[in-house]
């Protein structure tokens, strides 16, 4: 990695606490997390995240973000 000049922080969870914890089944694993912690929705495997689908599914998380300040 240092080879490469990443600029940004690598987290790997050796032992398996966090991906236990969220309960992770597979990888990649995407979280989509309300601005007051609590998950609300999980993908496990890769997405087109700016497909149709994908969009309104962020859209529709929104009003209640919104809400939660």
Wanted: hydrophobic share 45%; proline share 6%.
């Amino acid at each position: 990695m240092r080879n490469q000049k990443l600029t940004f922080p690598i987290l790997l969870d050796a032992e398996l606490r966090t991906s236990r914890a969220w309960r992770v089944t597979g990888l990649p694993a995407t979280f989509l997390v309300r601005p007051g912690g609590e998950v609300a929705g999980m993908a496990v495997g890769a997405r087109e995240w700016s497909s149709d689908e994908m969009r309104a599914l962020v859209e529709t998380m929104l009003p209640a973000a919104h809400a939660s300040h």
